[in-house]
């Protein structure tokens, strides 16, 4: 019987000559896909010796590394539900996921009593004396292969249930309307613990039997020195911002690349177009989230227009709705609704939140605004969901706003998102402080790191007497944003 499961699919287009090499570094560090095969199948005997079963979760906090990839490959072969975690993530965020999903194995620096865990390079180690154990376990097409959080816009973080088949199907299609090629080089320097990085840049790359630079982390400098020799880039719209702003960077360096793409956050039109004046290439912007991968795309062939996201992907369906899912014509702004293979199975263990954003006929609210034209490309042009996207990175006002308010001197505040010149959008925070108190700017981010990943801290705090409040009595960001709108940008210097 075929399997459903992915790590197959991979596996039956690996290429013929398994000494190719899969991910390469700089230090001249590699793994070819001959190996990647042996190491993860040493993983599985020993993730089989630890008792992990088809179902089991795995949740893993670790460094971008290629042994850290032959985990997640191994997970898929056993058949167990990879958790992968932000490594800005705190203990105490940690300790959230960990009750939710309830794993049998944690995997990185932790020091839980209750759930056996160990370091991946503890687990490199023990791979030295496993023998490899092949078979891959036998996978139903809505088995789950992947569990990812996102934040919750009132506070509780779901786990979005992804399948194998979600997985494979979206990595097809991608991989079919990219033009992919097996002698292409992949650039990657996005992290491996979210989609973009993970699933559609590796997935790519797997499915083409391609071969990957795999740096750390975004590092700009390295970027211009492997360009020449790689043809694909993916990456958010910070990449190319501070691409452009590199001396290096050209025409004649980019004449082997063949597509840049980017997604994960809006593309401004003008890093588009400085972009295309500066390389005759157009980065190809897409547009996706964690629930479903990747729904639309700007096309390989055709107009790539900045300021769009392309049509929806062959095998999904995009509609415009209004607040009550009743289709707008074309031109008209409404709240972005879609389904397809690509479509998640519903938060873990929220049967209520799943339903709450997937209409009767199937199809997921997006939580984004967006407005169609005639040949079907969408532009997304705002948010139903109080989000900010601050370099690729999700932040959810809410769970900052409740960390600050539980600061002894705050009374109240409200996060906002400003607009930022390298990550798009930054956190801002507008805090109403008790009578008497004293607190400055410089007091507070010390008094939440304890709770919040880094990235998620106020990049700048406002101090104000009473937050702007409608009618209603509801603060009106809005206001907010606006009166801040130019606090990070050339006009505020
Ligand atoms: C790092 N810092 C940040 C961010 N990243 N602050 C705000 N927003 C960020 N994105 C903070 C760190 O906490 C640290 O603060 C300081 O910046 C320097 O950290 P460093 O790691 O050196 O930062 P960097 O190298 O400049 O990183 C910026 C980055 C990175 C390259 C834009 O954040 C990144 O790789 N982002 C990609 C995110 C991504 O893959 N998103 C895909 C989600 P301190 O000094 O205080 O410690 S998937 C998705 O959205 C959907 C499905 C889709 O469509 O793809
Ligand atoms: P996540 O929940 O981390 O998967 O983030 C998904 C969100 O990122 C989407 O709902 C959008 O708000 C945003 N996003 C992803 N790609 C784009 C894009 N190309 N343009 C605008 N927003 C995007």
Not at 307 to 323: E, K, Y
Not at 356 to 384: K, L, N, T, W, Y
Not at 386 to 410: C, H, Q, T, W
Request: with cysteine.
């Amino acid at each position: 019987m075929q399997t459903a499961n992915l790590y197959a699919l991979f596996q039956s287009r690996f290429p013929t000559d398994l000494s190719k090499v899969f991910l390469q570094q700089e230090d001249g560090g590699n793994l070819t896909y001959g190996e990647i095969d042996q190491f993860s199948a040493k993983l599985v005997a020993i993730l089989k010796a630890r008792n992990i079963n088809k179902g089991d979760r795995i949740l893993v906090q670790v460094d971008k590394s290629m042994d850290a990839v032959c985990l997640y490959l191994a997970c898929l072969r056993v058949g167990a539900v990879y958790l992968p975690m932000n490594t800005a993530y705190t203990p105490a965020e940690i300790n959230y996921f960990t009750k939710d999903a309830r794993p049998a194995l944690m995997v990185g620096d932790f020091v839980s009593q209750e759930i056996p865990n160990l370091t991946l390079d503890a687990l490199s180690r023990e791979v030295k004396n496993s023998e490899p154990h092949y078979p891959v376990e036998q996978m139903e097409k809505d088995d789950l292969a992947a569990i990812l959080y996102t934040s919750g816009t009132t506070g509780r973080s779901k786990g979005a249930m992804l399948s194998h088949d979600n997985l494979s199907s979206n990595a097809l299609t991608l991989y079919e309307i990219w033009h992919w090629q097996q002698d292409d080089v992949l650039l990657h320097a996005l992290p491996i613990f979210h989609v973009h990085g993970l699933f559609v840049a590796l997935h790519c790359a797997l499915l083409g039997g391609s071969t990957v630079w795999f740096l750390p982390r975004l590092d700009v400098d390295a970027l211009i020195r492997l360009i020449p020799k790689s043809t694909v880039l993916m990456g958010v719209p910070t990449f190319y911002t501070r691409l452009l702003a590199h001396e290096k960077f050209d025409k004649a360096l980019c004449r082997n690349m063949r597509l840049f793409i980017s997604g994960s956050a809006p593309l401004l039109e003008e890093t588009f177009h400085q972009f295309e004046t500066l390389t005759d290439q157009r980065i190809l912007e897409r547009y996706g989230m964690t629930e479903a991968g990747m729904i639309t795309s700007n096309p390989y062939d055709g107009e790539r227009i900045a300021g769009t996201v392309g049509p929806a992907l062959p095998d999904v369906t995009v509609r415009i709705c209004d607040s009550q899912g009743n289709e707008l014509p074309h031109g008209e702004i409404g709240s972005l609704e879609y389904k397809g293979p690509n479509l998640f199975q519903g938060y873990w263990e929220m049967p209520e939140k799943t339903a709450e954003e997937i209409r009767p006929d199937g199809f997921f609210i997006s939580g984004d605004m967006a407005i169609s034209d005639e040949q079907g490309r969408i532009s997304i042009v705002g948010r139903s969901k109080d989000l900010i996207i601050s370099g690729g990175f999700n932040i959810y006002p809410k769970e900052i706003e409740s960390a600050i308010d539980l600061l002894p001197e705050v009374l109240e505040s409200a996060v906002i998102a400003c607009p930022h010149p390298d990550l798009g959008e930054a956190v801002v925070a507008v805090i109403v402080r008790q009578d008497n108190s004293a607190l400055t700017e410089p007091d507070i981010p010390g008094q939440l790191t304890d709770q919040l990943a880094r990235f998620k801290l106020p990049r700048k705090i406002i101090f104000m007497e009473a937050l702007p409040r409608n009618t209603m009595g509801k603060v009106q960001k809005n206001i907010l944003r606006q009166s801040y709108s130019d606090l990070f940008t050339c006009k505020s210097g």
